[in-house]
């Protein structure tokens, strides 16, 4: 994250002597990146963190026999695709163990699921995780405290940060799996991680832990998702035991209706969207806004051919006049394939001649490798959506 926080009780010094009530020492513990030399916090415990009482291999449905991913087919042959998500509703479960994997490939993993109960204590090893709020509410509970979620909002969990999430009801999420680290687009900071003026949001819309979150138990689970598949753990005491922290690591969110969103007299091309980037992929952010003012000018996009990456667009509410006739709706997911030319449904651009405003609110992820489908993914596909440009449905 680009600026400090601290939580709770911590000593003036960093490193020094720190006493529990009793007179026994906290137990501190340096959670940081890229082996001491990028961003950390720093946590001190009740109890050691390090205290594990059993161990064992996990493998959860829907993955691979090794467990180092969900089970994966190429896009073969080459199509775009649309996905139906509240199609998969009826699977539903906990927000962890209940994903339902639709696309993936060795830098990200995309998932969505409509959870109605507690996830386990989970600790995602690989990489951060950014998971997006299409419906309802949820709690964040993690090591570092808690936080409140709904309808709109990116919550962006730290790698190895062990937490859980608690659904208000029914939350309907799509998650964005990272093999490394996601963060805001290095363009819009300063070169000591400051949002400069020219970013479409700042360090006001970000929300983080505001205090310590704390339980005693013994003998807890947590699920740990690792280079080499999934371990169950036991721990001796709850890792919820942090009486305070501070540093510049920890999980953070922002909704995507405080995005401003860039426009011209022309069309803009999607970068102006993006939000986030991650390793191998970035995130972008389509909200409501004023669109070209330019006499001639075509409000929907130019049909495009991104010869680099594969576009997923997660539609999560408003209307998609571009897409009108594809067979588009709330929760729809489509790909558009490297090597494949897509654009707006026929008659889109003449009929957006005119327009003054988008009422659209989509999450796309780019991603420069492509992206293999899995089985919950075809389980909802829209089969007839590759032909809709040529107005047939098959």
Known sequence: MPYYRRVGEVPSKRHTQFRQPDGGL??????????????SSLLYHRHLPTAIVAAEAFDPPGWAPDAT?????????????????????????????????????????????????????????????CLYVEAGRARIESVLGALDVSE?????????LTHR???????????IEASGHIGPPKRYLSTRGQ????????????????EPLLEDATDVEVYVRHRRGWTRYVYADHPFDVVGWDGCLYPWVFSIHDFEPITGRVHQPPPVHQTFEGP??????????KVDYHPLSIPVPYNHHNVDSDEML???????????GSGIEQGSI??????????????????????????ELAVMVDTFRPLDLCEPGLSCEDTGYAWTWAGRSL
């Open 334 to 359: 489509s790909l558009h394939p490297g090597g494949f030319t897509h654009g707006p449904q026929p008659g889109a651009a003449e009929r957006a001649i005119g327009v003054e405003y988008f009422d």
């Open 26 to 39: 906290y137990a501190e513990e340096l959670m940081g990146q890229e082996g001491f030399s990028s961003d």
């Open 195 to 210: 949002f400069l003026e020219a970013s479409p949001y700042c360090e006001r819309d970000l929300r983080g832990p505001g």
């Open 165 to 175: 999430i608690v659904p208000d009801g029914q939350v309907r999420m799509l998650i």
């Open 314 to 324: 997660f539609y999560t509410g408003g209307n998609y006049e571009a897409r009108r």
């Open 280 to 289: 191998g992929f970035v995130i972008c952010s389509f909200v409501p806004r």
């Open 69 to 129: 991913g969900p089970l994966r087919m190429p896009n073969r042959p080459l199509k775009p695709r649309h996905f139906k998500t509240h199609k998969l509703d009826a699977s539903g479960g906990d927000p962890v163990l209940g994903r339902q994997y639709l696309m993936a490939n060795d830098d990200v993993r995309l998932s969505y699921v409509l959870a109605d109960r507690p996830s386990p204590l989970y600790r995602d090893a690989i990489g951060d995780e």
């Open 152 to 160: 709109g909002d990116y919550v962006v969990i730290p790698t190895s």
